[in-house]
């Protein structure tokens, strides 16, 4: 499964869009990205998936570029409890899941 | 839907006892569930793979023979960590996906179990 680049850390404003980046360079043609968080002390959470389309769904939305080696995780309205460590992850379908260090994002009021 | 329930939520017991941790699917049958355990200020490290009915798959450097698994139904998976040590002591998650999910490869994640081994 291709690796992923996230920044360790991003500050987002309560109410502001966040958008959270992830490099996947090494990613190839049937493998998918998927997002999921982890709040505090809790059992990570799904977020969305998509192969090369951009998707929506009620939580956020899921930005991948043309080439397909970055993707963008997009929270419209960041509120306090989307505070969290968000995990982007590349793999082939029916593979299991490498969760790497995520962005630790800290949605401020 | 797609609730999975772990229990307990958190354990303390003392050294040399065996703690179990149970895993539920309420909503749908998981044909395959996953065991994870996270230590304090890192990422969820892969234990182990079950599948309904057949012995599980463990990944590298987990001894089998501590960490016993057993998914003997398709909503229920359970993790039992033999003679406990307080090496040990970390926070353990499950996560189930349902058969029909395969294609979409999405996991529900339990609240996850914090034991602590005195």
């Known amino acids: 499964d291709a690796k992923t680049t996230q920044p360790p850390s991003m500050d987002c404003a309560e109410g502001r869009a966040a958008n959270l980046p992830c490099n996947h360079s090494t990613i190839s043609g049937n493998e998918y990205v998927y997002w999921y968080r982890q709040i505090h002390s809790q059992g990570p959470q799904y977020i969305i998936h998509g192969l090369k389309n951009n998707e929506t769904n009620e939580m956020a939305s899921l930005i991948i570029t043309e080439d397909r080696k970055s993707s963008t995780l997009i929270l419209p309205h960041a509120t306090l409890r989307d505070t969290a460590v968000y995990y982007c992850i590349v793999n082939h379908h029916g593979n299991k899941l490498t969760f790497g260090g995520g962005t630790r994002v800290l949605v401020k009021p | 839907g797609a609730v999975v329930s772990q229990h307990p939520s958190r354990v303390i017991c003392k050294s040399g006892t065996s703690v179990k941790i149970e895993c539920r699917s309420l909503?749908?049958?998981?044909?395959?569930m996953f065991w994870y355990r996270q230590f304090p200020k890192q990422s969820l490290m892969l234990m182990a793979t079950s599948n309904e009915g057949s012995k599980a798959t463990y990944e590298q450097g987990v001894e089998k023979d501590k960490f016993l698994i057993n998914h003997a139904s398709l909503t229920l998976s359970t993790l039992t960590v033999t003679s406990a040590h307080p090496e040990d002591s970390s926070f353990y998650i499950c996560?189930?996906?349902?058969?029909?999910?395969?294609?979409?490869?999405?996991?529900?994640f339990g609240a996850g179990t914090r034991l602590s081994v005195l």
């Open positions: 996560s189930a996906r349902a058969g029909r999910d395969l294609a979409k490869n999405i996991q529900y």
């Open positions: 909503d749908f049958q998981a044909t395959t």
